[in-house]
């Protein structure tokens, strides 16, 4: 029995039989948007991005599925991929305005968003985390809503 992998279609033809090729999963970096085959390979490459400077750390794992479209879990901002996203400074970012990127929000997009340390709810990211938090672990109106899972 002969096996042809079809390159660009992404067939195989197994004994005359047509059927669909296993989907290949992408894994990504949070920091950089960096996509590889396996968690493995991604994370022994060092990345540009790194929160403590460039090559100074490795990529790490985003934990959430893939999206058409990725929003800043400090601002709202919407990108089409993670590289795209966080290649840009983030206006409320905790460690202050353009002090740090933009970072991927792990979850589903929502009707309303919940912030987790105090319940508050909005309908999107962006009005959610514009507001500061009465519960925030850094004290009250010391941090902003930050929206949960």
Known sequence: MKIHRGAMEGIV????IVCSAAAVEHFYCRYCGVRRES????????CLRHPDGPNRGRHA??????????TCVFCGVKRADIATLT????????AGPNKGRHVPYRGDEKAQYTC??????????ATLTAGF?????????????????
Request: glycine share 12%; net charge positive; proline share 7%.
């Open 61 to 70: 794992l985003y934990q959430g599925r893939e999206k058409s479209r990725y």
């Open 13 to 16: 033809l197994l004994a005359g």
């Open 116 to 125: 987790v340390f105090c319940g508050v709810k909005r309908a999107d990211i």
């Open 39 to 46: 968690v493995q390979s991604l994370t022994s490459g060092f």
């Open 87 to 94: 290649a840009g400074f983030c206006l409320r970012h905790p």
């Open 133 to 149: 938090c009465l519960r925030h672990p850094a004290g009250p109106n010391k941090g902003r809503h930050e929206p949960a899972l």
